[in-house]
């Protein structure tokens, strides 16, 4: 039984997810992949906690319940400032191989990651930034075996797994296309019943489809990670500037507060609408729609046949040279902290059979 020290990164939604699935799938995780997974360090935004040994299950699903109550990680916990200290710590204290898990939202977290990396450990992200970041720093990070992220698109749909297969088989990618944003497909689909925005805004709030500012959805930049992502891993090293993006505010909107903007947000129905009523003048449906090339990618509001494929949130499209008069689609529900953290599991296992002897 191979036995993995694993290094937390934020215990959020997704963090918290997976430590309850890692718990609750020790018995099969053991018999199908003779793993057994042990996490050693716990980091939030402020604190760390550090057992070389390890946390027993009891200690991990109290740790998660007091997260998921809003409290800190306790009274053992330290305080720390840089992540990379974190895993220093780690292997200082002569934890082996371990892997570094990064299921933060925030940006910085290359150091870590390349201490890790340096460390012949293996890194899981369900965050974007560090692959989304300068080519320069990023470019590390892909084709490389130590590194999974199934769940920084598609939230835990085997998108990356599909991507990695066609390089893999030295397939041709050309295009990949789809509707990368949950929140924003739900607000195209209300806007299909001539809702106003607004108010279609207003739900996807109050519901917790959105991020607490929902410009973090609606600037389409999340959206623009993911693209650059898949095309790096297609082989095209585009930067962010090679993504048009539009955003679906103006600037002047960008300054204002969050209940600021919910209040100015009627502002956007008129010009939404007249959107929706020329699309829809033409048969077609208003989506925000993710496409990407080896020449660049776009990201914003398009015009796309009421029964295609891209019309329809549920699936993503690869147009391939094996794949080539009928693109390859992954189709299925992609959202949600549970199905996120399965991608990170299923990384972590896959890192697991494949990373260590
Ligand atoms: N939610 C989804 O359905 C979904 C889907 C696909 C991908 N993702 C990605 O998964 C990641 C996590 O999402 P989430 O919904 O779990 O976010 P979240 O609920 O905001 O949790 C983020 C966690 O990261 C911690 N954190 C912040 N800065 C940190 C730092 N410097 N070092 C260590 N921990 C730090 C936060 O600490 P505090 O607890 O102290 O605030 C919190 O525990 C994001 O990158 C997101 O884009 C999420």
Known sequence: MKKIPLILF????????????????RQTVAQRNQLQFNIVAV??????????A??????????????????????????Y???????????????????????????????????????????????????AGPWETAQRYFDNPAVRHESTVGGGQ???????????????????????????GFLCQELDGERPFAEALAEAKARGYTEPDPREDLSGQDVMRKVLILARM???????????????????????GVNQFMAASPSLNAGLAARVAQAQAQGHVLRYVARVTKEGGKVGLT??????????LKYISFHTALYDDDPLLICGKGAGVEMTAGGVLGDLIGLGRELFQ
């Not at 934020?10 to 799938?25: D, E, F, M, N």
């Open 81 to 131: 400032a840089l992540a990379a200290d974190l895993v220093h710590a780690v292997h200082s204290a002569g934890v082996g191989q371990a892997i570094v898990v990064d299921v933060t939202a925030v940006a910085g977290m290359e150091p870590a990651l390349n201490a890790a990396l340096d460390a012949g450990d293996g890194v899981v992200l369900a965050n974007k930034k560090a692959l």
């Open 303 to 312: 015009a796309v046949p009421r029964h295609s494929p891209t019309a329809n």
């Open 10 to 25: 934020g215990i959020g939604g997704v963090g918290r997810a997976l430590v309850r699935q890692i718990v609750a799938s």
């Open 234 to 256: 297609a082989g095209w090293p585009l930067s962010a500037d090679d993504i048009e993006v539009e955003a679906l505010y103006p600037p002047e909107m960008a300054e204002l």
């Open 158 to 184: 085997p998108v990356i797994a599909t991507l990695r297969y066609l390089m893999d088989i030295r397939d041709t990618v050309f295009e990949i296309s789809g509707q990368l944003s949950g929140t924003l």
């Open 54 to 79: 390890g946390f027993s299950d009891e200690a991990l699903l109290a740790l998660e319940a007091a997260k998921g109550a809003g409290q800190g990680l306790g009274a053992d916990a330290a305080d």
């Open 43 to 52: 980091a939030d935004s402020r604190q760390w906690l550090f057992a070389p």
